[in-house]
Nanobody, 127 residues
Framework: VQLQASGGGSVQAGGSLRLSCAASGLDLSRNRYHMGWFRQAPGKEREFVAA???????HFADFVEGRFTISRDDAKNTMYLQMNNLKPEDTAIYYC????????????????????WGQGTLVTVSS
């Protein structure tokens, strides 16, 4: 199983980026995988950003404030995070994660609830 995050880069404040998370070795639709994005800034703990359940319901951290959109394309085994109006405090390594939806006890904002993690993609926002 592999999750490959991509799409990070350097942008100025107010700019946009679209992150992708391509999954291989698992079928997002067959096992109804829930997917999530987390981020980790230098010197800080990894924190929840957004999640999308197998049925499409979405969840966001409070700091997102309507700026991000999470989506998935199960036919492509890929999840996306569209980030608009980026702020310098959004600077971090962004990680994607997946959770087998056939297991009970999914807690979308908890790191420990996810089975697999990608390697991360760096997002840098300058002021």
């Amino acid at each position: 199983v592999q999750l490959q995050a991509s799409g990070g880069g350097s942008v100025q404040a107010g700019g946009s980026l679209r992150l992708s998370c391509a999954a291989s070795g698992l079928d997002l639709s067959r096992n109804r995988y829930h997917m999530g994005w987390f981020r980790q800034a230098p010197g800080k703990e990894r924190e929840f950003v957004a999640a999308i359940r197998s049925g499409g319901r979405t969840h966001f951290a409070d700091f997102v404030e309507g700026r991000f959109t999470i989506s998935r394309d199960d036919a492509k085994n890929t999840m996306y995070l569209q980030m608009n109006n980026l702020k310098p405090e959004d600077t971090a390594i962004y990680y994607c994660a997946s959770r087998n939806g056939l297991r009970i006890g999914y807690e979308y904002s908890s790191r420990g609830t996810y089975d697999y993690w990608g390697q991360g993609t760096l997002v840098t926002v300058s002021s």
